[in-house]
């Protein structure tokens, strides 16, 4: 009986941890990808793959200045991609990309504030790269 109450606490404590970890991330990547490259750090996030289908989340940490923007540059050479960003705690709609499609731009940024970039694909895509940096306005 001692062993059974062990191995269960044991179990417990291990789904507890799990399911605290998890708790940190607002939203979750779920994709399939072939040859995909990924950076993220505080100030600046990207991701260029050769195929994609999915949903797939890129973070940057605003502590600065309230006189800082979101610079973005994507491109993708086919499929369809929705990319929302993650605005005082609402999931809001930034553009669409499709076939041959690349843009750039800018968006005010939220100070002291984790912001998402969520990148929703519907279908696979092919040739994309995506990209979201933080700078200071001139």
Same mark, same amino acid.
């Given at each position: #009986?001692?062993?059974?109450?062990?191995?269960?606490?044991?179990? @417990? @404590?291990?789904?507890?941890?799990?399911?605290?970890?998890?708790?940190?991330?607002?939203?979750?990547?779920?994709? *399939?990808?072939?040859? @995909?490259?990924?950076?993220?750090?505080?100030?600046?996030?990207?991701?260029?793959?050769?195929?994609?289908?999915?949903?797939?989340? #890129?973070?940057?940490?605003?502590?600065?200045?309230?006189?800082?923007?979101?610079?973005?540059?994507?491109?993708?050479?086919?499929?369809?991609?929705?990319?929302?960003?993650?605005?005082?705690?609402?999931?809001?709609?930034?553009?669409?990309?499709?076939?041959?499609?690349?843009?750039?731009?800018?968006?005010?940024?939220?100070?002291?504030?984790?912001?998402?970039?969520?990148?929703? *694909?519907?279908? #696979?895509?092919?040739?994309?790269?995506?990209?979201?940096?933080?700078?200071?306005?001139?």
């Amino acid at each position: #009986m001692k062993k059974f109450a062990g191995v269960f606490i044991a179990a @417990m @404590m291990l789904v507890l941890c799990f399911t605290l970890s998890a708790c940190g991330n607002k939203y979750t990547s779920s994709y *399939s990808a072939t040859l @995909m490259v990924r950076a993220n750090t505080a100030n600046e996030a990207s991701v260029s793959f050769d195929t994609f289908n999915g949903t797939y989340v #890129m973070k940057l940490e605003n502590k600065g200045d309230a006189d800082t923007v979101i610079a973005y540059n994507v491109s993708l050479e086919e499929g369809n991609v929705k990319v929302y960003y993650d605005f005082l705690g609402n999931k809001v709609s930034l553009f669409e990309v499709g076939d041959g499609d690349s843009m750039e731009g800018k968006i005010e940024a939220t100070t002291g504030k984790t912001i998402y970039f969520i990148i929703e *694909s519907d279908g #696979m895509c092919r040739a994309g790269s995506f990209s979201f940096a933080l700078e200071k306005t001139e």
